[in-house]
Nanobody
């Protein structure tokens, strides 16, 4: 079955960096656009970054532009989120999502990884 497994979360001080990974299995990874979402306590889940299935185009929430970078390695079935200059407001559970480019509306979610930015 399809699995998306996030890793790389943790506790980091303000101004620090983390790199999240999302490893996919059970699907043809290159047929899926990938996104990172996050959900902070008491808030709705929000889109953080998106990358097309070939990796040629990316998009970011205004709140993370210039600080976060999404990338993917289709040979490793993995998408990454490099997070720099982290702020306490970045504290959230981060989820990856796979969206089929062949069958719009068909998607999968990972289980999430906690990122806490605190001194």
């Amino acid at each position: 079955q399809v699995q998306l497994v996030e890793s790389g979360g943790g506790l980091v001080q303000p101004g620090g960096s983390l790199r999240l990974s999302c490893a996919a299995s059970g699907l043809i990874f290159s047929n899926y656009a990938m996104s990172w979402y996050r959900q902070a306590p008491g808030k709705e889940r929000e889109l953080v970054a998106h990358i097309t299935n070939g990796g040629g185009s990316t998009d970011y929430a205004d709140s993370v532009k210039g600080r976060f970078t999404i990338s993917r390695d289709n040979a490793k079935n993995t998408v990454y989120l490099q997070m720099n200059s982290l702020k306490p407001d970045d504290t959230a559970v981060y989820y990856c999502r796979a969206d089929s480019v062949r069958f719009p509306g068909f998607r999968y979610w990972g289980q999430g990884t906690q990122v806490t930015v605190s001194s």
